[in-house]
C-alpha cells in the first residue's frame, strides 16, 4: 500500500507578501528549512515549537493593517489602510498584549457611525419610518409610554397585521401586548382576571 502524498495548505491572499515567502512553493519561512508549509507559512516542527514559545505570526491583523513607526507609549502610528497618525489599541487576550489599529474596529466605510445613527438605520428599516418622525411622536408624547406614563427609552409598538405603527411604548408594555398576541378579548380577560379579588 503506498502513501497518499500530505496536502499542503497554500497561504491566505496577501499573507505572502510580508512573509516573504512564494505561495507556489509552499515552504516553511525559517531559515535554513526546506520543508513543506503546514499553517501559517511554517512546517510542523517550526509551527510546534511557535506555538509552544507563543511566537506565531498573527496573520490576521497584518493582512490588512499592517502598522509601522508604531509609538506604543503614545499609541500611535501608521497604518497600510487607515494611513498617517493613526490612534491605536492595545488588545490583551489569553496573556498575550497586542497593538493593533483602533480605527479599524469603530470606523465603518470610513464613517464613524454613532449609536444614534445606528438606532435611525434600525427604526427606518424594521418599522418604515423616519427617526424623525420617531422623535416628533416622543415629545407628543411627553417622552412617557401611552400605557403606563413611565419616563425612559420607548420602543416603537406596531400592528402586526398591517405593519402601522400604533406609538411607543416602554419595554415592559410593548412585551405584554406581545405575549397576548395583541388580542383584545384575551386583554379583556385579562383585565377582568385582575379585578376580581383573590380568594
Known sequence: MSARPRRVRKHP???ADWLGVDVEQGICVED???APAATRALCLQHYGMRYRSRDLPDTRTLRRHQLSNVDPKALEGDCSACGH???????????????????????RRGKKVTPEQRRASRI????G????????????????????????DLCVD???ATGRVRGLLCRSCNLALGYLRDDVTVLRRAIKYLATPAR
Open 13 to 15: 491572499r496577501g499573507m
Open 32 to 34: 535554513d528549512c526546506d
Open 85 to 107: 497618525g493613526v490612534k491605536l489599541r492595545l488588545q490583551i487576550r489569553n496573556g498575550r498584549e497586542t497593538i493593533r489599529c483602533a480605527v479599524r474596529t469603530f470606523r
Open 124 to 127: 427606518r428599516r424594521k418599522y
Open 129 to 152: 419610518i423616519a427617526y424623525e418622525e420617531y422623535l416628533l411622536r416622543l415629545s407628543a408624547q411627553g417622552g412617557r409610554c401611552l400605557l403606563c406614563k413611565s419616563p425612559g
Open 158 to 160: 406596531h400592528d402586526h
